[in-house]
């Protein structure tokens, strides 16, 4: 489970001394390797990997070493200077912001890269369809009341008991902190969710376990789980997680995915992330399963 | 021609010995490092945590509050009950697995089994110890899960009885290689006496050896106890990682050590939630000092006599 979260993946192999990628200026001759430090949301580290591998078809002597952990390990790291972009799926809070200028001298900047939806998903086996988002946040909040399948109001035939498990993520995850924000009003989780410490895991748990509920990105759907259809409010349409909804903005719970450097990017960290917001990383986006970024917002 | 020789003896003789120091000076220095660490630790972890302690611990609500919201936006609360609950009740359910087995394995190596059956046994309890936790957090997490929901009919298979079936693998070996250490250091003649005393093997093992090496393995047991508290990976994956204090063998729990490795990487540095997550380490430090000084203790016990 680990595996995806921990593994430093290290792109490309070649000759020559890697030299930190921070401190831009593209200085160094043509052979010289050059390291980019990437770190940060799980759920964006199967697409920071594949962002890796096609860059090094464009550029074989940029290496990107690329480890998960969740936005805010990522985003902890970007504050102690130690990775040259930190992948997050939440927005960066005023506090930590100020600790990062007041830590390195410069301000973060955000770049948006690729969109995602939060799907919530239930085991196949569920006959619920669409939800609404007071009842997930009735089962999720502290002060939600929602313990049993039968208070949505349906009967999960393969769930004895009728128990809602709930798979939730550990709080260094920015799906936990975005979900929490938008869906809970920033009130607290019930305690007593299972806390997984991947979206994949969520995926698995959800996808094993008739009487489950689970919440993930849009890029770790799988045939297993089934995501239900969202409506904004109680007895108003729902839509389903889509590119479309997405971008149009129908669909309740989708986000933007950021990359933030320190300081506006230069030299090879800017090429790069020029390159990710080209068409040829924006198709990666879609192969990866999230959504592109819309033509009219990649300008900033 | 002999003075040399005598001469070039002594040379040998006193290289021969300075390197006797210099060893000696070395292994000293070994020894002495392990404290020198244990310290350094114990140091590090009361710095990092000693703020938490003085300014923000309100002793009330952690040690006797399930609330753990580190990160909560309204309102943070740092209440360590439930993960101490959940802690206990894996390691308490894995002991009562594991002992049982464990000494029973210990017993049956050191007194019944024989020859290659023996070799086989020892090597293979001994292969046990070394297979990596995250490993064993794998077996949790693939093949008891499921396992758990058709055999229990349990909604979720990560719970207290998947941690503790792990535990008590992992804390097996430990139990076995010690309490059969224990047995066979109870002299022979208790043995020969008993037997000629006309006692079934049974009895043997039952009236004699037990009581004579109690010590040795309760010993045993504390010892995989504090393997038990300490494991952190194999747990994390196996017990569903939920805050919640567990009324059955079937609840998902949290324990201790999880959340110090599953919070440490997101916890700013110096931060509050960063600081009790140090404090945590206390609590931990405590309770296994605590262990393993008792189990260092009943050793002492065993070699008095």
């Known amino acids: 489970m680990k595996a995806t979260a921990i593994a430093l993946i290290l792109v490309a192999a070649g000759c020559g001394k890697p030299r930190q990628g921070a401190g831009g200026g593209g200085g160094g001759g043509a ?12 759920t964006m580290v199967n697409l920071a990997q594949a962002w890796a591998e096609g860059y090094r078809a464009v550029k074989p002597n940029v290496g990107v070493a690329i480890s998960g952990g969740g936005s805010g390990t990522g985003i ?29 001298g410069k301000d973060p900047v955000r770049h948006v890269v690729a969109l995602d939806a939060i799907a919530v998903i239930v085991h196949p086996s569920n006959p619920l369809a669409e939800i609404a988002l007071a009842q997930v946040a009735c089962i999720y909040g502290a002060d939600g009341t929602c313990a049993k399948w039968s ?35 920033k009130k607290d989780f019930r305690l007593g969710s299972r806390d997984m410490n991947g979206s994949k895991e969520v995926t698995d748990l959800v996808a094993h376990t008739p009487c489950a509920i689970g919440y993930t990105g849009l890029g770790y759907l799988t045939p297993g789980v089934k995501a239900l259809c969202i409506a904004a409010e109680p007895g108003k349409p729902c839509s389903q997680p889509t590119k479309q909804s997405a971008i149009s903005g129908e669909y309740a719970i989708a986000r933007d995915l950021y990359m933030y450097t320190l300081g506006p990017p230069q030299g090879t960290v800017r090429g ?24 009219e917002r990649r300008g900033k | 021609m002999s003075s040399r020789r005598v001469a070039r003896a002594g040379l040998r003789l006193r290289t021969e010995r300075l390197l006797e120091v210099a060893i000696e000076v070395v292994i000293r220095l070994c020894g002495v490092s392990a404290i020198l660490f244990v310290v350094a630790i114990f140091l590090f972890i009361f710095r990092e945590g000693k703020d938490f302690v003085l300014d923000s611990l309100k002793p009330g609500e952690f040690f006797l509050s399930p609330e753990w919201y580190p990160d909560s936006v309204e309102h943070k609360r740092y209440g360590t009950l439930a993960l101490v609950a959940g802690t206990a009740s894996v390691t308490i359910l894995a002991m009562l697995i594991a002992v049982p087995f464990g000494l029973g394995a210990a017993i049956y190596v050191a007194e019944f089994s024989s020859g290659r059956t023996r070799e086989v046994l020892k090597v293979v309890i001994e292969l046990l110890a070394a297979i990596p936790s995250v490993v064993w ?6 093949i008891l899960n499921p396992l758990i929901i058709q055999l229990f009919d349990a909604p979720v298979g990560l719970n207290v009885l998947n941690g503790a079936l792990i535990l008590a693998l992992m804390s097996v070996p430990v139990i076995v290689s010690i309490g059969e250490d224990a047995l066979k250091a109870v002299p022979d003649s208790y043995r020969e006496a008993a037997e000629a005393l006309g006692a079934t093997r049974w009895q043997v093992v039952y009236r004699v050896l037990l009581p004579a090496a109690r010590s040795g393995l309760l010993a045993a047991v504390l010892l995989g106890v504090g393997r038990a508290i300490g494991e952190t990976m194999a747990v994390l994956m196996s017990t569903g990682h939920a805050v919640k204090i567990p009324t059955s063998p079937l609840d998902s729990v949290r324990t201790l050590t999880a959340t110090i490795a599953a919070e440490l990487g997101e916890a700013p540095r110096g931060s509050e939630h960063y600081r009790a ?20 203790l009943v050793i002492k016990g065993v070699r008095r006599r």
Request: aromatic residues 8%.
């Open chain 1, 31 to 42: 052979n010289e390797r050059v390291m980019i430090q990437n770190k940060g949301s799980d």
């Open chain 2, 137 to 142: 957090g794998f077996i949790g997490m693939l």
């Open chain 1, 272 to 295: 790069y992330l020029d390159w990710i917001l080209s068409e040829a990383g924006q198709a990666a986006v879609e192969q990866a399963g999230y959504i592109p970024v819309p033509r």
């Open chain 1, 76 to 104: 902890a790291a970007l504050i102690n200077g130690t990775v040259d972009i930190a992948n997050a799926s939440r927005d960066l809070e005023p506090r930590e912001a100020d600790l990062a200028k007041k830590n390195t």
């Open chain 2, 277 to 296: 997550l140090f404090t945590i380490g206390m609590l931990l430090f405590v309770i296994t000092f605590v262990v393993n000084l008792t189990a260092d």
């Open chain 1, 151 to 185: 208070d949505l109001n349906v009967e999960v035939p393969a769930c004895s008991g009728q128990e809602i498990v709930r798979a939730s993520r550990q709080n260094n995850s920015g799906t936990y902190h975005y979900f929490r924000e938008v869906v809970l009003g």
